[in-house]
């Protein structure tokens, strides 16, 4: 198996035990819903974005969280100060490049972040193969195209940045160029609740911040929220309790839980 | 009956269907909740505001919503802009000018709004007394007056912008200077939750996104949002839950239901 | 007892019944969760931020509510002219000091502020002794020390600055620099939870509008929001429901429940 359970317990519960400092210059519409998925997961999170701040806040920090989401052009200029000040200091990042390919503004910020080295990247389908291929523009924020079919892109945008990259959907895809796997966990339900993609980005930094190898990181993190998703919806009559549950979920997932419902497929490239 | 639960139905029904794209620039108090009421109705929301964007985003919509409660001056800016494109590009917007008479300052950008051209602008009697009449100052967000008091001066708003008008409250009203409808279902704890008049409104864009008339559009998202709100009202012990179970509701709602609910009056003018 | 439990019902009671106009200027990460917690206590919120109309909107409001979690400049200014303008037409206002120590940004903010004469300031440990004595740096937001240790500096703040002060954390502790209370109710898992000092701090605010008496204010809204706290974890499998049902037991809290549940101590300074 290409990453076992044991290996993602092993990662939740160092989140746990260590509560990393994760900084999240996010958008306005899942702020409140990350900082409680991470605060569920054992994190510390903060959501800071001023120019005035973010070199300072983001070298006490263990991760950095970029979420374009509502893009404005002093979020850019920020992201861009906090993703240069992370690299010197040896923070990791991971970039949510949300709804990359809707305009040419959201298209020329997501490559312009991409070229600043993040350790991670997660996107749907349309927004990996915008930053991979510059094409696949989407639908507003949602994918047009199923997760699978981005996966060359994905290879391709990791060989180009660096990056562990992300594509996920129904199911989920992680490749580093190197090594690729497919997590199937997860529920069609979970597309009906917003910003539960930027919660999984923001899973990703809490991972990165004690989990030096990128691939490894991205795949145990999107593996729990996986797990927790798809045991909150087990009993959700609708979207409105699944977001709750899944934060319940986050907080309470055990090792037993994780190793009954965890389910993964390697892939060769 | 003036608007059958069929012609209720037949709406959600095409909602559900259509999937439109919901361009949203609206406050920050509520973008989480308006987000997650249009995909829990079916639609696909996306909360874009700057002014680099907007122009671009709307093109691709197919209904945009513009909500003033935590105005600033880019954003009014960004509305302009976006409800000019929306007129050029025939894409139908509605207006909820939060707060309307409660400061010079957001008395003056609701009327140039609503001078623009929304084919629908929904507020509470405070609001739509003020956008009307230039009076009715409100309590902050929260109405000083019942919605029933503001229906003249919702006949005379319609008749000057062309919009269908909603006023919201005990009683929803809708009129269009024509036709007129008095909607009767709600609950009185959907007032102890913050912003839920500015999901009736996102609904409302939801609605027109698949239904040209802007009478039928409007009532027919207040009357299905009314309904989910009374069921989701029955077993809740307070806000906190009506909250997430109004989702839950929003998302699972059935023709049958609606029509064992479903109570309205025509009105004549 | 220092503050009873009698005490605490009747200001909750005003509350309800004049449902105070609460103008807000706070952070994106909490303005939905605060608008419902005041919503929930029978206040009316509003969030208003613009430079353009803090100034008028403060003017109809019972109390003022200023929190820089998510600082920028303009909110900074905004903050400055709302804390003059209550201050000369005698509207109570509250600070909320998030992340006080974590950057010179914030520090010089927080310091400003205290300084123009809130009613009363609430923090944790961390940035209760950030702006009593300039040290105790925090994690990001959440505090490094136990609210105890900050009590001493909190009885200098409040002589330095006239606001009754709290500490909040696993007990929360309020002084006005000659009386001083120990608060003991509330639940681990709140600390799970953003945002939930945001939401005690705005009940200042609203108590804050009901009782001129800053200190019986500030310890009788912690003691009702510690006391809901408590009742909702009670029953609350992880943070996803608490937050849920705190805004149920804000809502539903009873003359007989606060009364069983509450504990406090006298404290000497």
């Known amino acids: 198996m290409p990453l076992s359970a044991d290996a993602i317990w092993k990662r939740l519960r160092a989140v746990r035990d260590q509560q990393p400092l994760v900084h999240n210059i996010t958008n306005f519409v899942v702020m409140n819903n990350t ?40 979020q850019i200029a920020a992201c861009k100060l906090a993703a ?7 923070v990791p990042w991971v970039l949510d490049p949300v709804g990359a390919g809707a305009t040419p503004y959201r298209r020329a910020a997501s490559a312009a972040l991409a070229a600043l080295g993040p350790k991670a990247i997660r996107g749907n389908a349309s927004e990996i193969l915008t930053l991979a291929l510059e094409q696949g523009q ?30 996920t959907g129904a199911v989920d895809y992680v490749t580093d160029g190197r090594r690729a796997i497919a997590l199937e966990n997860g529920h069609p339900l979970m597309a009906r609740v917003t910003g539960l993609g930027c919660s999984a980005t923001a899973a990703i930094g809490a ?32 979207p409105g309790t699944l977001q709750v549950a899944l934060l319940d979920q986050l907080y309470s997932l055990s090792e037993q839980r994780l190793g009954e419902k965890y389910r993964c497929r390697n892939l060769t490239l």
């Open 35 to 74: 900082a409680n998925a991470l605060l569920a997961l054992g994190a510390s999170p903060a959501m800071v974005h001023s120019s005035d701040e973010v070199e300072d806040f983001v070298a006490l920090s263990q991760a950095l969280v970029i979420n374009i989401g509502t893009l404005y052009s002093e």
């Open 84 to 90: 240069a000040k992370a690299n010197a200091v040896g």
């Open 138 to 167: 989407g639908k507003g924020v949602d994918s047009t195209r199923e997760s699978g079919a981005a996966l060359e892109a994905a290879r391709r945008l990791a060989d180009r940045t660096g990056a562990a990259v992300a594509i």
């Open 207 to 238: 991972f990165l911040a004690v989990e030096p190898d990128a691939f490894t990181a991205t795949a145990a993190a999107l593996a729990a929220f996986g797990v927790a998703g798809e045991l909150a919806a087990a009993s959700a009559p609708g």
